[in-house]
């Protein structure tokens, strides 16, 4: 009775346009309420330069200004507080792109549900029939669809329940009885139980390889913030020695200059001492004059009598013993500091020759892309030519030492379980980049066959956790039974998931530091690849591990 009651208010809160409760109520000049959203998004789509109400066509130039109508939002709230909901399901009408029920007349609702069995599409009302009688509710019911007629066979009208696995195509009963009579035919659900399997295999692949691709891409954000820093920190650090240099430069410059004008200020000192003392030759002119006329006096007596009064000449005019150098001392300084200048040349042309190569081998490791198809693995394939001297004495080696079975009966408690250097097979010792192998399993005779890659400095001797295959940190195994997979690392088993194939794939990136195993038939299959590998270079061994545990 309450809704009853209520449905008229409703009515008259409700936006002509949407159907539903007003939201933004805004009122247009003719007196009618919309939705704000509603109303802008009719006059969007109108002419430009003519705007009319959708209910009584009033038309309005130019375009209104739509202002919230507070006293109706207000009175909108109220109502709602006191129960007032928005429109119902059924008020909602299919537009373009939406999926129709296929019972409605007139102007129909939007399908909730769509039934595979019915070929038909319901609204939320005519859909309770599915929901309420018990055999509409084994009808399977999905999404809205309007594919649903290519459900049907065209030549039989009938319902394409089986699937014909020789021309890949849906059929129905009648067809599988006719012209597909021969064929490999099973139900549509039986086969989508199969690709359904399939796909969960190619889903698992592909999140392998984004987890892959996503450790790439931490590692390259890794390595570009290290290249970063260490590239920064190598140009402040050569600025700083090279300013240092350039200092040491500027210093050495100004005491050489300091020295040479030091050495330039005495010796031009001592020349112009002796250049003074030299221009004192008056007193020698004097002299000189003295003893020219004495020399000429014509009296004997008088110039014995005034030879005596002549002066002794003064230290000071007598003439020093100079020998002058030629000016050669400071154009050896030059020549020294030229011949600094050239071996400092040296140095620096040898330090950018090695600086260039040192820059050279600074190289960030960009993974290129991983093979996909079997030939591209088959590229990178190995020969593996097992030892002989490391076989067990239960192992028979045959086929070029390429072939190993095992030769005994074990009783049910019993296990195989060998020293390491018994069951190892080497690699060369100059392995580096990529390597495949592919190794064929039989199980037929024991309980399972370990296939697992080492390092080459893994113990050998004894029993130990550190000298068996995947229970240390040097080690991954893949052990393969007749129904499943396990593979080990560091005492960790972890279950894997993947088809069951005679052969198996090893692939290893030394560089790039990926290891991945795989199942191998006509497609490659991605079984384990472990989160653990280095890049060092480590060399690498292969191994097999030949098991009487029971899977």
Known sequence: MAEQENQPDRKRFCCTICLDLLKDPVTTGCGHSYCMNCIKSHWDNEVRGSYSCPQCRQTF????VLVK????????????KAGLQAAPAEHCYAGPGDVACDVCTGRKLKALKSCLVCLASYCEKHLQRHLQSAPLKKHKLVEPSEKLQENICSRHDEVMKMFCRTDQQCICYLCSLEEHKDHDTVSAAEERIERQRELGLRRQS??????????YVNLLQQKEKAVNVSADKAVVDSEKIFTELIHLLE???????????SQQETEVSRVRELQE?????????RKDHELKQLSDTKDHNQFLRNYPSLSPLSESTHSPSIR???????????????QVRGRLQDILSETETEILQILSLVDVLMPQPGPETRADFLKYSQEIILDPN????????????RKVTHIILITETDSLVYPIERRRILLPESLTGRCYWEVEVDVGGIAG????????????????NECEFGCNDKSWSLSCYRTRYIFHYNRIMTPVSGPRSSRVGVYLDHSAGVLSFYSVSDTMTLLHSPDHIHSASLCWSLGLLLSRRHS
């Open 390 to 401: 490391t076989a067990n004495r239960y192992l028979l080696l045959s086929e070029g030492n």
């Open 277 to 285: 003392r030299l221009k004192q030759i008056t007193e020698l002119k």
């Open 61 to 64: 130039t130019p375009r209104p």
């Open 251 to 261: 210093t050495r410059s100004s005491d050489v200059k300091q020295q040479i004008r």
């Open 69 to 80: 109508n507070t006293m109706l939002a207000d009175s909108l709230e109220e109502l709602q």
């Open 206 to 215: 592909i999140q392998e390889r984004v987890q892959h691709t996503e450790k």
């Open 449 to 464: 066959v370990g296939v697992a890659v080492t390092y080459k400095n893994i113990s050998r001797a004894g029993n130990s």
């Open 324 to 338: 002058i150098l030629p000016l050669k001392n400071f154009e050896d300084v030059t020549a020294a500091v030229s």
